[in-house]
């Protein structure tokens, strides 16, 4: 193929194609001769190593998402109905064989959706820099981006309370909440751990604008934690479909530094966003954040129309219940609590000092 053997395996290793002792495929074959011509046009190896690492792990999870997802959806309930005849059988295979087919162009679909939107963000990249509107970037893949971070509060003890699969529907609640918002606001999310995403802006008003609406969003649901979020503003590495470096971090420790309902944010957001209208800025000091040399200059952003009426907080998980939302009352030491559910109250009468602190 007129491969270097060296470029070979590095390729193997970064696209994950194969365990040791596996035979080597035709198809295997026509993808590293596709590398080569990929190279040959000019895509040096540690891009072409970026595109492959995030092509393998996005195509593994799609492909596990599929076969997952169609063994407890469709498998299981169907072997619970009874013994596996040759007619369930039967079943099953005609109804993955209607599926399969489906798959390819599912992918090429949102691949297509994905490509429309990653030229747009590189046409606005070409723009910013013809009109000198971007510093020259001190290595590649260097860009300029607005990061937020944002969570659940308190999420922890609400899955401990509530159990996993009452914090996987939450999960799912916030999820679409936050999707909804980053779409609404020309955001990207970029990855989601537990309750918690990252998500990148190429301005600052979007990026405040989107944790204004997810706050909004989140005090509307019923039955639904608080918020917390951190936003920053600088230059990072976008690296395999990611973002990494320094003002990552300061993103990340300002969420993790803010308390519920609360969005902190750097300077240097507030000076390209201070006009956004419908948006109230609070200076609070400088801070300092756990593993962040110096320390930060934090504002705080809120909704100028004023803050939500309060809503009741269980003190067991942590869920926040509006009017008619409250399933128990308690009164101790002339305090009322307030809880989602019995549940919450047995544990909080079983041990009602250790949630009071």
């Not at 706050?215 to 990072?236: D, N, T, Y």
């Not at 969420?255 to 519920?260: D, L």
């Not at 219940?321 to 399933?327: C, D, M, S």
């Not at 009468?349 to 602190?357: D, I, L, T, W």
Request: proline share 4%; net charge negative; with cysteine.
């Amino acid at each position: 193929m007129g491969i270097d053997v060296a470029v070979i395996r590095r390729l193997i290793d970064v696209a994950g194609i194969g365990e040791h002792g596996d035979r080597v495929t035709d198809e295997d074959i026509d993808f590293l001769r596709s590398a080569r011509i990929a190279m040959e046009a000019g895509l040096p190896e540690e891009a072409l190593a970026q595109i492959l690492h995030v092509y393998a792990d996005t195509m593994g999870r799609a492909a596990e998402v599929g076969a997952r997802t169609s063994h407890f959806y469709i498998h299981q309930p169907i072997a619970e109905s009874g013994p596996m005849t040759g007619e369930i059988m039967e079943q099953l295979e005609e109804t993955f064989s209607r599926i399969e087919p489906l798959v390819e162009p599912a992918l090429l679909y949102f691949h297509r959706k994905g490509m429309e939107r990653a030229r747009w963000e590189d046409m606005l990249m070409h723009l910013e820099e013809e009109a000198g509107l971007t510093e020259k970037p001190d290595a590649p893949g260097q860009v300029r981006r607005a990061i937020l971070f944002t969570d659940l509060a308190g999420f922890t003890p609400l899955a401990e309370a509530m159990g996993d699969v009452r914090a996987a529907e939450v999960l799912e609640s916030f999820a679409a909440v936050v999707r909804h918002s980053v779409r609404h606001c020309h955001g990207r999310i970029v990855k989601q751990i537990g309750d918690g995403f990252m998500i990148v802006f190429p301005e600052c008003y979007s990026a405040v604008s989107c944790a204004l609406e997810l706050e909004e969003r989140a005090c509307e649901q019923p039955q639904f934690p608080a918020l917390r979020s951190g936003v920053h503003w600088g230059p990072v590495l976008y690296r395999e479909g990611d973002y990494v470096g320094s003002n990552v971090n300061i993103a990340s420790r300002l969420a993790v530094e803010a308390g519920r309902h609360q969005i902190l944010l750097t300077e240097e957001v507030w000076r390209r966003a201070r006009d956004l209208e419908g948006a109230e800025f609070q200076r609070l000091g400088k801070r300092r954040l756990k593993g962040i040399a110096n320390d930060i200059e934090v504002l705080e952003v809120r909704p100028a129309a004023g803050a939500a009426a309060a809503r009741a907080v269980d003190p067991v998980c942590g869920m926040e219940l509006g009017p008619g939302e409250v399933a128990a009352h308690l009164t101790l030491d002339g305090h009322e609590q307030c809880f989602c559910s019995e549940s919450c109250l047995r544990r909080f009468v079983a041990s009602p000092h250790s949630y009071v602190a």
